[in-house]
């Protein structure tokens, strides 16, 4: 496999593990197409930008959307980015092929999305380094 799929697969191993399941927040790929799924969910992106520091290696930017049910406050949002902090800020990713290495994240509130007027949008961004040995 190449470092885009390698860095795809180790970024949504945090989102398939039980643990984070546990947690009760619908996850998606930033592709997955979420009408009809709830008031509550998140949609994942991850945004390769530069390359790193050998050819197998690449950093970017993680970015997850935050949807709640609009006209209930920013609060659920909030706790949704807690959750996500916990998983995620400060955090090495091993897997077999190399690590994602998290630095701090950031939220900016979008508020009422604008495809769909009963969601409200936060997106919370982090910084990823991916490494791989060659």
Known sequence: MGKYTNLDTSIFEVFGSTVWKSEKVK???????????????IRVAIIPRTSGLNLASVS?????????????GPKKASIIADKLDTYLVGKLLNSNTGTVQLGKSSMNVSGIDKDDSTLYRVTYTIPFNYFEVT
């Open 27 to 41: 996850t998606f790929p930033a592709n997955f197409q979420t009408t009809g799924v709830g008031d509550e969910f």
């Open 60 to 72: 970017g930017i993680l970015m997850i959307d935050i949807f709640t049910g609009a006209n209930q």
